[in-house]
């Protein structure tokens, strides 16, 4: 199924994507303060590593919000979520000195989607209510000041429409879409993080995008507002 | 742009939706592109999924986010108990990846370790020369047997020859003695040789357990599959019990 072989980026991409009004995706270089952030970690990492927990504490406060959002979508359970994100920090307190690549944000994010892969495996394990929270008004759109509260009403049922669409496609793609689209990582990254090649995060991220696409279908006109 | 779109539903579920889909998404290949523009340019349906796909890309970052509901920052107690002792922490490290080579490596002189204490096993190092002269002869003696080597009466010689009694004197006593326990006596006797004395002492200085690299052998890899045999212990207690599940 994963057989979709890597094709030249991100020059042809942006090409591609002109011709047909597409915007491609910010490349990593592209990101804001991209350098800064990781000098920023890595001096945090340098200090926890001799023995500074407020230096860690850091690192746990600028990540955790990020972090709770990633694998609250992964696993659509906040508990659950949060006891992955807690079991994330601790594992990364207990091997920062394991710590070797550039980007602390994608060594944290590997672990974190690693223990948010045994939440998912555990409830398949044991199903019983496989997404709890679909309905839990708790969950909320990103918000915009600026629009009005009739926007906000259907921007808040189009979300919840795209979170109910998210559950039904495959835990693989799901958390392959989530990285690409939402949180912004390039294919590169997310095949290191989930341990898989460029080809088969490639055909994750668009096999889960058909099936998103015929999922919301009859409500497309919703999505588009 | 769109003026050729007249095919038909049957038609279109011959079409690569996900071709298009990539398309869309400017992910296709090069030479498929120009296939992929065609279906698009060509069929209403795949038009309108390649506006869908792009559609649902760009909603993506609508989605609800949930608030945290607990502050993840660890406690000094905490920290304390999840560096452990310092056994845990040796044992952590070696649970590592970058210790991955030590299980292969302890088996490995493991191995070397039990060879050479087998192999220094099998030196005759202890045992007598002589042994080994006689050996043949005995498991080949049978009554149509050819008689025995002088060599061989030779060595036997002293075993026989502990009366005490000078040959002479034998001869008389055999000729005056009718006991046949001394018939019996005369006939095993052998004439020694001159240096048939030397024998004995012979066979002592070959059982002196006096050959070194026998015992480096033995000893030092008995030394080596042990530690090697403790290497092993430890790498599996440390993967078992201290390897993290989430740095897989």
Not at chain 2, 7 to 29: C, G, I, N, P
Not at chain 2, 205 to 230: F, H
């Amino acid at each position: 199924m994963d057989e979709i072989a890597d094709s030249p980026l991100p020059a042809d991409r942006e090409s591609a994507a002109a011709a047909i009004d597409v915007p491609a995706a910010p490349t990593k270089s592209e990101r804001p303060n991209y350098e800064l952030q990781h000098a920023r970690d890595r001096a945090l990492v340098e200090q926890a590593l001799g023995g500074n927990l407020e230096a860690f504490n850091e690192l746990v406060v600028i990540y955790q919000d990020y972090l709770f959002a990633l694998v609250v979508r992964v696993v659509n359970d906040r508990d659950s979520a949060a006891d992955a994100v807690q079991e994330a920090f601790f594992s990364c307190y207990r091997n920062l000195n394991r710590f070797r690549g550039d980007s602390f944000r994608s060594w944290l994010t590997r672990i974190a989607l690693n223990a948010a892969t045994d939440v998912l495996r555990y409830r398949k394990r044991r199903p019983a209510d496989p997404f709890p929270e679909w309905e839990d008004d708790s969950w909320q759109p990103p918000a915009d000041e600026e629009m009005s509260p009739e926007r906000q009403v259907m921007r808040r049922q189009s979300s919840s429409m795209l979170a109910t669409a998210m559950a039904q496609i495959t835990d693989d793609q799901r958390r392959a879409i989530i990285l690409f689209d939402v949180e912004g990582f390039d294919y590169q990254e997310i095949a290191d993080m989930t341990g898989v090649s460029l080809g088969t995060v490639k055909s994750r991220i668009h096999r889960g995008r058909l099936a998103l696409r015929d999922i919301l279908a009859p409500d497309m006109e919703l999505l588009r507002e | 742009m769109h003026n050729g779109r007249s095919l038909t539903h049957s038609e279109h579920r011959r079409h690569d939706r996900l071709l298009v889909t990539r398309f869309a998404m400017a992910d296709a290949y090069p030479g498929e592109r120009d296939e992929a523009l065609k279906m698009i340019e060509s069929c209403a349906e795949c038009a309108a999924l390649a506006a869908d796909v792009r559609t649902v890309a760009t909603a993506m970052p609508r989605l609800p986010v949930a608030p945290r509901t607990r502050d993840f920052t660890i406690s000094a107690e905490q920290a304390e108990k999840l560096r452990g002792s310092g056994l845990a922490r040796w044992l952590r490290m070696l649970a590592m990846p970058s210790w991955g080579a030590l299980r292969p490596v302890a088996g490995v002189a493991l191995s070397i370790g039990l060879v050479m204490a087998v192999v220094g096993a099998g030196i005759p190092g202890m045992q007598p020369a002589t042994e080994f002269t006689q050996e043949p002869t005995e498991q080949g003696a049978s009554p149509a047997n050819a008689p025995e080597p002088a060599a061989t009466k030779q060595a036997q010689a002293p075993e026989v020859d502990n009366s005490g009694v000078e040959p002479p004197e034998r001869a008389a006593i055999e000729q005056a003695s009718p006991d046949p326990i001394s018939d019996l006596y005369n006939q095993a006797y052998v004439e020694p040789s001159p240096d048939a004395d030397d024998a004995p002492r012979d066979a002592l200085s070959a059982a002196a357990p006096a050959n070194p690299t026998r015992d480096l052998l033995i000893y030092g890899g008995l030394m080596i599959a042990t530690l090697s045999l403790a290497l092993l212990a430890l790498a599996w207690i440390a993967r078992r019990r201290f390897a993290d599940p989430l740095l897989r």
